[in-house]
Each structure stands twice: as C-alpha cells, then as structure tokens.
C-alpha cells in the first residue's frame, strides 16, 4: 500500500483557518473515496470528512459542519481540508486516507493507505 502524506498544520488562534493536504503518490488513490479523520490525546480517532472520488458525495461530522470544507484536485492527486473557524476542540493529529468500503464511509474500518498525520493545534 501507499501511504499518502499529509501537511499544511500547525498552531493557530482560536478562529483562524488552515488548510491540510493529502498528497497521494502516483495512482495509488485513483477511483477511490478520501477522508479526514483526527485523534487527540487520549481519545479515539475519529471521522471528520470525506469526498467521494469524483468529488460530487461530499461527508462530514457533526462538530464541523459549516467550518470544514472537503475538496480535490485528481489532476494533482491531492485532497483537501479548508478549515475555518477553528476551535481548541479541534485540536488533533489529522490522517487522511484511502476509502475502499464506501458503506464504511463515517468509520475507519472502511479505510486503508493512512498517512502519518498533520499535528493541528488550536490555542485559545
């Protein structure tokens, strides 16, 4: 499996955005599904947003709507995440990675090819 690689984290105020990437490496993520999950210390990982191939089925949890924004470049195999109006809560190792179930789509049993994760860390 390829692993893909994520980046664009970092600290940021209460309120401020970032945008993480999910570069994927050659064809490895073609014709499959993507998403954004993140852990924090201590707890689970969970969903946070997914896209479906062609980009038009678009997923995301609760606690994001309205602040998130999923979106891809297949031209550039690269995913990814707008996130604005972030929060401390939202502070979080952030994976991105390949969906192969698509009725897992909201569950990471339905993923494979994880990168190694983008640290976001929001400050209060």
């Known amino acids: 499996q390829v692993q893909p690689v994520e980046s664009g984290g970092g600290l940021v105020q209460a309120g401020g955005s970032l945008r993480l990437s999910c570069a994927a490496s050659?064809?490895?993520?073609?014709?499959?599904?993507t998403g954004w999950f993140r852990q924090a210390p201590g707890k689970e990982r969970e969903f946070v947003a997914a896209?479906?191939?062609?980009?038009?089925?678009?997923y995301y949890a609760d606690p994001v709507k309205g602040r998130f924004t999923i979106s891809r470049d297949n031209a550039k195999s690269t995913v990814y995440l707008q996130m604005n109006s972030l929060k401390p809560e939202d502070t979080a190792v952030y994976y991105c990675?390949?969906?192969?179930?698509?009725?897992?789509?909201?569950?990471?049993?339905?993923?494979?090819?994880w990168g190694q994760g983008t640290q976001v860390t929001v400050s209060s």
């Open positions: 990675a390949r969906r192969y179930m698509a009725r897992q789509t909201m569950s990471a049993l339905g993923y494979d090819s």
């Open positions: 050659g064809r490895a993520f073609s014709g499959y599904g």
């Open positions: 896209l479906s191939w062609s980009g038009t089925m678009t």
